[in-house]
């Protein structure tokens, strides 16, 4: 019998909800949110939805019900706005909300797998660790997989060549420094080079990619919903797969004590194994000016407490 609760159920937290459901990835689901209207709306939403398709039991509750869980997304927090040019804007805001939400699942039985969206991600990611004192590669930030998902689609645009035939991924910061791995982007199995130029255009183009839709609908959903669905999926199917978490560091590339984008295999365990990447010499310093500027507003957060 699998468990996930899913904290959180504005228009991402119930479309990640949705997603699990509709891929029949739990039997129970468990809505929390501060409104419990919502909750309750989104659960029996879902719960018709399913109705021809599954016996998936889903239901409002509060966070003794989270106990149990095999997976606890978070998607809690205060979402990014057009007005906002960074992430970074929503630390104080979200650093709050994580915080309350981390002291009441401390006190939960059983090990489950965190999984974190609350922007921005990558320090969420590491207080929700740190003040819940789980395991660390059960504290997961959903964010690397997105950002190689608008990757691949700028490749293929660029390129005229189907998605599906891109690998490309996004490591580092999920943010302003953000590293997309040209050194190790393939097109049908063939490593491909780019110009200065096609480097520069491309990675703007993902950077600004979010902010895009945030201007024209309010919030990017679909695509975070189903690429945090692909983890899960990933991690309840033990599949061992390759995918692009934050994830906290303790030694690997170098860098502790911070929660950053990386190459992970995920297991029923969480994460099975960090990666580490040989990278261009651009790359890395792009990855530890990134991992640099989490390790400030991580003190920075810290010193205020």
Known sequence: MRKITVIGVGSLGSCIAYELASRKLADRLVLIDIYRDLAEGNAEDISQAMAFRSNLEV??????????SDIIVVTAGKPRTPEMKSRMELLRVNFEIIKSVASKLKKIGGEPIIVTLTNPVDVMNYVMWRLTGFDRRKVIGSAGMLDSARFRRAISRGLGVPVLD??????????EHQVPVFSRVKVKGRSIEFSRDERERLSEEIKQSALNVISKK?????????????MIQMILENSGCKAVCSAILDGEYGL???????????????IKRIVEWRLSDEEMNAFLMGAERLKKAIVSLIEKE
């Open 59 to 68: 239901y409002a509750g509060d966070y003794g019900d989270a106990e149990g």
């Open 166 to 175: 891109v690998e490309a991924y996004v490591i580092g910061e999920h943010g």
């Open 256 to 270: 502790k004590d911070l929660s950053i984008g990386v190459p992970v295999e995920l297991n029923r365990s969480g």
């Open 218 to 230: 309010g919030g990017t959903i679909y695509a975070p919903a189903s690429n945090t669905a692909n």
